[in-house]
């Protein structure tokens, strides 16, 4: 799994510290020997240890990476543990303790919605908190996750938004989009059954089918099988997908799972522990 480079993880130690460590220089504790210990106070599905060790490293710190990216623990368990002078430990401590707390819970959310799932895929959107998208990506893989677009230039998705301003009928837009960009599949976002069937008929590889409920699923699953269309689109449910509802989404017939939800998912809580050191 990937690990963010060292000058995004140096520009993260800049903005918390662009002056220095004000209380440790005072204290004048800086040159003292420690060493720090990162446990889980919760089970969780770890993300960015990897940063966090390379954060203590940056700072000049030596860290080991106990539990990688991906792996679940238990309460109590080590993930990482770090050794140097007081003040490189502090440098780099409550950046690199955010980052795992933040990334885990994403991780741990996703992971909730793959295992209710039960195989199938579940696939996060673009709608990542700006500027975060490669620590988001990185937890959402951690989770189990796919995604679903990293961003507006690698994938064509058609929105109601984009057909208001089209005259063309369905199967001619598809094929114009299919003419101009051979290698792309083509999805297409729609509100209800009747638009499904239609976007369908005019050759959609994928229907995103927006704020369905499950019922609605199975409806646009079946009007499907009933239409003379073949092959027929992946079925995308999207729109308000989480661990809770996910096997009912499955169970109605959706072919992968389109989610944000592991975005806004609370931080794991991770315990920092500090020791002198002889």
Partial sequence: MHTSNDAYLQSLLHDDAPHGDLTTHT??????????????????????????????????????????????????????????TAASLHRAWKVAQ?????????ATATAAIVAAANGVAVACTRKNTPGTKALSVKAVKAGGGIMHRLGLSESML????????????????????????????????????AEAVLWAQAGADVL????????????????????????????????????DNAAAYVAAGADFLVTSSPYWAPPKDVQVTFRTAP
Avoid: Y
Avoid at 33 to 48: E, G
Avoid at 162 to 176: C, E, I, K, M, Y
């Fill in 27 to 84: 204290l004048g504790i800086g040159p003292q020997a420690a060493q720090l210990t990162f446990r889980a106070r919760q089970p969780m599905t770890v993300c960015a240890t990897e940063e966090a060790c390379r954060l203590f490293e940056l700072a000049g710190a030596h860290a080991l990476l106990v539990v990688p990216s991906s792996t679940s623990v238990a309460a109590g368990d080590v993930l990482l543990q770090a050794q140097g």
């Fill in 98 to 106: 955010t980052l795992v707390e933040w990334t885990s819970g994403i």
């Fill in 158 to 193: 058609v929105f109601a938004e984009h057909r208001l301003f089209l005259n063309a009928s369905p199967a001619d837009t598809l094929q114009r989009l299919r003419q101009a960009q051979p290698e792309k599949k083509l999805a297409v976002e729609v509100a209800d059954v």
């Fill in 208 to 243: 995103q089918l927006e704020k369905f409920t499950p019922d609605a699923v199975a409806a646009c699953r079946q009007a499907l099988r009933d239409s003379p269309t073949t092959p027929h689109p992946l079925l995308a449910a999207a729109g308000g997908i989480r661990a």
